[in-house]
Each structure stands twice: as structure tokens, then as C-alpha cells.
């Protein structure tokens, strides 16, 4: 299938592909160069000033331009106009891609996806490895609907369905890679018991990239990719927050800076409240006032920058945010320094060293 001014978009995508891996060496150029990008994503949505949401496509200017840039592009909203699938940032693709042992992989190694999403990723691994070899899964049927469409029109035709992702799909494994597209509290259990002694899994938890060695037995072991990661989050059903319960609970004082939680201590605190939500507040000249904080339990903390705070629920959130300032007291932890520590039945993420400060996951 051809796309829409074919030729400037193969310009575009070679010289897209050749930016991405300079300064490195990747056995994915050429899927890059090669799997066209727009053929998967022909209409995206961009938000305006006033928060308004509108299609680009290919009929609009700057289009391919954006396309064949390093940023991620949403696709779907749900009913509320929340954003629910997107097309991942090119770059952070190829680092989690990279993450799979990329130089080493060759026709015929078997890998597993969680998130077909728009079926570009599927299409790059199926791209390099073979169709034959990849096995990719979503929970919204009609995603894997056009995913399998367009796949099957650029001539690859992995396998491809609707489910619940964190199952894994027995009848492939053992896998000698799994890669998941969508954001994770932990690394999905039947996942483990799917790869093959040695295999490499590569999944986001939290808002972070983790990188994990299964070995035959015993305790696997990860360690966060450098790389910032925020993916769609696994879909999964929990309460809303209780804002209107938090009026009659007694104010206390936060001696940690409210944004901290959005910039500092965001990544940690992904760990330390695995599935947490938060939302922010600003007055009308954009300063921040406030933010609220999450779990789908219903726990409930907001703290406002005057250092008011008010928590509600069986956690409390804010006392999370006043622990992880004292461990990390100067500047902003770097997500390397975090690795994972994995048994059949329990996960936790650490700090510097395995028996440093640690979070359970699971």
C-alpha cells in the first residue's frame, strides 16, 4: 500500500531511521528505514491551547514531518476524552528494542508483545525477526482489527489478538523475548514462566523501562534502562479518588515541595505506589497550586503549595511522598540506579544494591 507522497515519505523515513541510531550501533536501522511509520498512524490527535482535541492527517500540513519525528502521537481517547492508546516516542522504541539483546537477534528468535496498539512495534520486530516469530496481543479488539490490517498490507502478518496481555500466550512459549508496549505495575507473573532459560524481558514499570534476565530457576534480576518512560498504562478497574472526603479530614503540614512529586520524586514514587494517579491544579497565570495524589484502593492525599495537606484511605499517600524525600534528599535519583529483584511469588524494586531500600511490587 502506498503512502501519501510516497517518495518525500521514504526520504523522510531513512533519514528518521539513520538519526535515531546515530552515535550507536543497532540491528534495527534497517527496520526503522524500512516499516513506514505513517502506513500505522494515518490519523493522529493533537491537543490545542484550550485543551480541544483534533485529528491530523495526511491532508494537513506538517504531517509526515511530525510522523517522522521522535514523538509520541495519541490515537484513541475514550468517552471522557482521556487518551488511551498512542504511538510511543520513536526514540524510547528503539531503546527498549535495543534492550533486547537487538545486536544479538536474528530470523527465527521467538518474542511476545503485550500492546499491539497501532501494530508499529509489532511490525518492526516482525520486520527483523519474521512474522512467524512474533506474537503480539491487545485488550481492545478493534485495535488488533486494524493493526492486523495494516500489518498484513505492508506484507507481515504476525500473529495477533485480542486479550488480556498479561496472560501471556502458552502455545508460542517458551519466548526467547518478551516486550511489553504498555505501561505495568510489575512484571506480569506468567510472563516468567513463559521465556526460555536466559530470555530477556523489557517492560515499562512504573514510569521507567526495566530490563530482566529470567534465568533457569532461582530469582531474576533487572535493572532500569537511563531512558524516562510514560506509557499508556494496562488498563484495570479501580475507585476514583475521594477529594470530597478529603474536607473533613484534619489539615497537616508537608515539609516536601509539591513539585517534587511531579518532577523529582516521580519516578521512585511510580515504585513506591505501583498504579498510582495523580492530577494538578494552577491558577490562572499557569503557577502550581496544588496536586492530588491516588491508588485504586481510594486512598486520597492533595497537598497544596502554601505546604497544607489532607489524606484520606487505608494508605497514606503523602507520608509515601515525606518517605522517599528523606531517602532521596539531594538532586533527582537516576533511574539506573534502580534494579528489580523477582521470584515466582514476589517483586520488589531497590536502590543502588539489592538490600538497599527496596518497594514491594508485587
Not at 509526515?64 to 490515537?75: F, I, K, M, R, W
Request: aromatic share 8%; net charge negative.
Amino acid at each position: 500500500m502506498n503512502s501519501p507522497n510516497n517518495n518525500t515519505a521514504a526520504e523522510l523515513r531513512a533519514k528518521f531511521g539513520a538519526a535515531l541510531c546515530e552515535g550507536h550501533s543497532s540491528g534495527w536501522l534497517a527496520a526503522f528505514a524500512d516499516v513506514p511509520r505513517e502506513h500505522f498512524i494515518p490519523v493522529f490527535l493533537r491537543q490545542d491551547e484550550q485543551g480541544a482535541w483534533n485529528e491530523v492527517s495526511a491532508a494537513d500540513p506538517g504531517y509526515l514531518e511530525t510522523v517522522y519525528s521522535d514523538t509520541a502521537l495519541t490515537t484513541r481517547l475514550d468517552e471522557n476524552g482521556v487518551p488511551t492508546s498512542s504511538s510511543s516516542e520513536p526514540g524510547l522504541m528503539l531503546d527498549a528494542l535495543d534492550a533486547l539483546d537487538a545486536l544479538d537477534a536474528q530470523v527465527g528468535d521467538t518474542v511476545y508483545e503485550l500492546g499491539t496498539g497501532t501494530g508499529y512495534n509489532a511490525a518492526l520486530l516482525a520486520s527483523r525477526l519474521g512474522s512467524d516469530s512474533v506474537v503480539s496481543v491487545d485488550v481492545d479488539p478493534e485495535l488488533v482489527l486494524l493493526a492486523r490490517e495494516r500489518l498484513a498490507q505492508h506484507r507481515l502478518r504476525p500473529l495477533t489478538f485480542a486479550g488480556d496481555g498479561a496472560e501471556g500466550y502458552p502455545a508460542r512459549a517458551p519466548y526467547d523475548r518478551v516486550i511489553a508496549t504498555a505501561g505495568l505495575r510489575c512484571i506480569p507473573p506468567p510472563l516468567l514462566s513463559q521465556v526460555r532459560e536466559g530470555g530477556v524481558i523489557v517492560a515499562p514499570v512504573g514510569f521507567g523501562v526495566a530490563r530482566v534476565v529470567v534465568p533457569d530457576g532461582g530469582e531474576a534480576a533487572g535493572q532500569f534502562l537511563p531512558t524516562p518512560a510514560f506509557f499508556m498504562p494496562r488498563r484495570t478497574a479501580g475507585r476514583s479518588p475521594d477529594f470530597a472526603g478529603l474536607e473533613v479530614r484534619p489539615v497537616e503540614r508537608a515539609s516536601v515541595p509539591v513539585q517534587d512529586v511531579l518532577d523529582r520524586l516521580r519516578f521512585p514514587l511510580s515504585l513506591a505506589l505501583p498504579g498510582y494517579h495523580s492530577c494538578s491544579w494552577r491558577d490562572d497565570e499557569g503557577n502550581l497550586t496544588g496536586v492530588g495524589l491516588w491508588v485504586d484502593d481510594g486512598s486520597t492525599a492533595t497537598a497544596h503549595v502554601g505546604g497544607k495537606v489532607r489524606q484520606i484511605g487505608p494508605r497514606r499517600l503523602w507520608d509515601t511522598v515525606e518517605e522517599l524525600a528523606s531517602i532521596f534528599s539531594k538532586g533527582t535519583p537516576a533511574r539506573e540506579d534502580f534494579g528489580l529483584a523477582i521470584t515466582p511469588d514476589s517483586q520488589r524494586a531497590w536502590y543502588r544494591v539489592p538490600d538497599g531500600p527496596s518497594w514491594t511490587l508485587l
